[in-house]
C-alpha cells in the first residue's frame, strides 16, 4: 500500500511550468529521492507535496486522505508531513527541546516529554536539550530540524536538499546517520537533490527529474544502470553515448561488441559508463590518453579514439597510463548496456 | 484554469480580510476630508479671513524654520563629522536631546521668563528650530559619515582648501538628506498646535481649533484640516523623493569615512562649549527651570488638584495606545505576510498614510464618521454620545495618526523573521495564528517594545487631537500644560510639563544607548528597531 501517491500534478508560475504532470508513488517506509538539476521543479513538488502550494491540476493523497486535489485543499498544517528546510530554518527563540516540541502542543504534557525525549535520543542530542540553536554545529543543528520533523510522528517526512549546507567533509557521515535515523523511525521520507552521490547512495528509490516532468523512477542500481534517456544518462554519471547496430541481444559498436539489456535491432544508441570499458597500454592501441584525473581510489581517462570521438574510461588506480600513451579501449567483461534515445 | 488556480493566498482569506478592514477603519476617515467641500461648499465663507491669515503664517514659519534647521543642523553636523576634539563622542549625542523636548513646554519655559518679542512669528520660528535642528542634524550627520573620504581627497588633490572640498563636494553629496531632514522639521512644524497658538500665531492647526471650539463648524474645521493636509502631503512627498536620492548618493559613495581634522586651542574649545550652550538652553535649562518651578508650585499648594487626574488619563491613554497600535500594525504587518495577498499589501500601505498628518486634522477626520455612527446606535439602542463623547474617539484618532509610526518598527522586525520559519511551524502543525503568537511576536519582542515604547511617548506628549476630542474629564499632562500656560500660570504648569519631558527622554536615550558610535540617521521607529537587532544578533 503506498502512503504517499501523487496524481497528475502540474503547477504553473506565470509562464513557468514548474511541474508538469507528475505522478508518484511512495511506499510506507521508504526512502524516494527526487534527483534534478537545480530549476527542474523539484522544490516545487516538495512544496506541493507540504501545501505550501496548491496544484493546478492533479491530487496529492496522504494516508489514504486526498490533501490536495479538485475542490479539496488541506492547509499545510493539517497534512501529516514534516519538513525539513535547506537552511533548517530551526527558531532562534527555543532550546533545542522547545524546536522539537513545537510540534507537539496539542499532545497532553506527559506524552510531549516522553516524545521529545525520545526523538532527541534518536537522533543523539538528549545532552544538547537546553542549548540554543546557534551554539550547535551544522551537523548538530540538522539532526534537530529531522528530529523536529520527526516528534510529531508524520505520515511523511520531506527533506529539501538536506545537506546541501554542510562542508563536503561532513556530508558522507552525515548521510548515513540521516538514513540510519530514518530507517530507525520508520518514517516514510521524499528527499529532493541535485547531488547524484548522494541520491544514489542514500534512497531505495529514486525520481529523476528534468524541466518539470519525471524521467525516470527505479532503484538507484537501475536508474544508473539503464537510465530510460540520454539525459538521464549523463546527469546520474558520467556517460558514452555510443551508436551502433543491434542484432538481439548484442550490440556492434566502434569500440566492440556489448551485451543489451533488452533485445533490440537496427541501429540504436546506447550508453556505456566509464567503468564498462576497459583498456590496456598497446603501442598499436586504438585510442590515445588525452588528460588523466585521478581520483584516489580510481582514475578517469579522457581518450581520443581513432574514430575522432572522445571516449570516458574509468579504471581502478592499480596501473596508471600516462597522458599521450597508447592504449586499446575494448568493453569490460560482463558490461551490460542500455539503449537510449 | 482561472477557477482551478487556488494558491493557498492567492485569494481573500481572513487575514486578508481583516487588513483591508483595518486599513479602511484607519484610512476611511481620510478620504472623508475633501468630501466636506462637496457638502458644503460654502462652509469656509464665514471665516473668509482665516485662510490667507493662516497662509501668510504657515509661509513665514515654513522658510523661517527651513532655514533655521537647514543652517543649525547642517553646521552641527558638519563640526562632528569633520572635526575632532576631546569631548565629541558625547557631544555628537548631546545634540540630538532636544528631540525630548516638545514645542509647547519650550514655549512654556519662554514665555514664563518673558522673554521679550517671544509672542510672534519670530519668536515661533526661534522655538521650532531649536527643538527641531535634529532632525537635519541626525540625518546630515548620516550622510556625511557615509561619504567616502577619497570623494573629498579627489577634491584635495584638485587644488581645493579643505573647507573648499567640503563646500564644494561634501555638502552637495549630503544635500538629499538635509533636505530629508528639513521635511520631517517641516511636517512637525505643520502638525504643531500647542506652540503656535501659546504664541499667538495664527496658523492652520490654530484656526481649526478655533473654528470648531468657538464656531463649532464642523465642515470649517474639516476643510481648513483639508487645506493643511495638502500642505503636508506636498512635503510628505518631497521627503520621499529627497531620501530616495539620498539612499542612491549614499549607494554611489563607498570606501573609508572621511578623517576628522583634530581642532585645537581656541576652536576645540568653541567646538564643545557652543552645542553645550545649546543644549543647556534647548534642555538643561528648561528641565532646571521647570524643576524648581514644580517644587515651588507644590510647596506653595499652586498645584492644580486635577493634576493627578491628569496624570493617571495621560499614563492610561498611553499605555492603551502603547498596546492597541503595535497591535494594529502587527495585524497589519502579519495579514499581509499571511495571506500573501495583494489588496491586503496595498491596504496596509493605504492605512499608514496617516503618518505625519497634523494631530488636529485626524481629530476632525475621525469626529465625522464616528458621529454619524453614532447616531445609528443611538437611534437603535438610545446609546447616546457613546462614541464621540468618550475615550474611543481618542483612541481611534491615536490609532490613525501614530499606526505609521509602529508599523515602521513592526514591518522592519517581521521582514528579519525569515519566511522559512513560518513554513517549518505551519508543517509542525501551528495555524496562522499560532505561528503569530509563537514564532513571531516572542522573536519581534525588541520591535514590538520600540513600537510600544514611541507610541507611550507620542501619546503623552499629543496635544491637538486629545483637546479637540477629550470626554469630559478627560484632561491630560499635555492639556494641562496647555491650559495653565494659556492662563499664565507657569508654575502650575511646570510639573505636568517636567514629566513629559522625562518621559519623552526615553526613547532618545534608547536610541543613544543603541547605536554608540555608529553612523545613523534616526527614522521613526525603523532604524531603532535595526539597532536594536542588530545589537542582539551581535551578542548572539
Known sequence: MSEVRLRGISKTFGTVRAVREVSLDIARGELMAVLGPSGCGKTTL???????????????????????????????DKRRIGMVFQDYALFPHLSVEGNVAFGLATRPREERDALTRRTLELVGLQHKAGRPPHELSGGERQRVALARALAPEPALVLL????????????????????????????????????????????????VMRDGQIVQVGAPVDVYGRPATRWAAQFVGEVNVLSGVAHGSGVETELGVFDLGEPASGSVHVAVRPEQLELSAHHDGNAEVVAREFRGHDVLYRLRHEGGRTVLVQLPSLELHDVGAKVFVRPAPAAVTSLVD | MGLRRRSPGAGLDGFAVATVLCALLVAGPLVGLPLSFVAAPGGLSEFSGFVPEAVVATALLVVGVGTGTVLLGTALAMLVSFCEFAGRGWIEWALVLPLAMPGYVFTLFALGLDVPGIRSTGGAICVFTLVLYPYVYLLARAAFLAQSRTLLEAARGLGMSRSRAIARVGIPLARPAILGGVALALMETLADFGTVNLLGVRTFTDAIYRVWFNAFDRD???????????????????????????RHAQLAARGDAVRPVR????????AVLGPLALVGLVVLAPLAQLAVWSVQSV?????????????????????MSALLVPAGALLLAYGVRASGSRVAGVAARTATIGYGLPGSVVAVAVIVPLGWLERRIDGFAGTGLLLTGTVIALFYAYIVRFLALAWGAVETSLLRVPRQLDEAARGLGADRLDVLARVHVPLMRTGLATAAL?????????LPATLLLRPLGGDTLAIAVWQATTESLFRTAALPALLIVLVGLLPVALMIRLSGRRGAELEAGGSAVAWAEDLEVARA
Open chain 1, 46 to 76: 516538495l512544496r506541493l507535496i507540504a501545501g505550501f502550494e496548491a496544484p493546478d491540476v492533479g491530487c496529492v493523497v496522504v494516508d489514504e486522505e486526498m490533501v490536495a486535489g479538485p475542490g479539496r485543499l488541506v492547509p499545510p
Open chain 2, 299 to 319: 510647596s506653595d499648594g499652586l498645584l492644580a488638584p486635577e493634576f493627578a487626574t491628569a496624570a493617571r488619563n495621560s499614563f492610561l491613554l498611553a499605555a
Open chain 2, 454 to 462: 514611541l507610541v507611550f511617548v507620542e501619546v503623552m506628549k499629543e
Open chain 2, 220 to 246: 470649517a474645521a474639516m476643510q481648513l484640516a483639508m487645506l493643511l493636509v495638502s500642505v503636508t502631503l506636498t512635503l510628505l512627498v518631497l521627503e520621499r523623493l529627497a531620501r530616495g536620492r539620498a
Open chain 1, 160 to 207: 529539501d536538499e538536506p545537506f546541501s549546507s554542510l562542508d563536503a567533509s561532513l556530508r558522507a557521515g552525515l548521510r548515513r546517520e540521516v538514513e540510519l535515523i530514518l530507517r530507525d523511525a520508520e518514517a516514510t521520507a521524499l528527499l529532493v537533490t541535485h547531488d547524484q552521490e548522494e541520491a544514489l547512495s542514500l534512497a531505495d528509490r529514486l525520481a
Open chain 2, 263 to 270: 581642532l585645537r586651542g581656541p576652536a576645540a574649545a568653541l
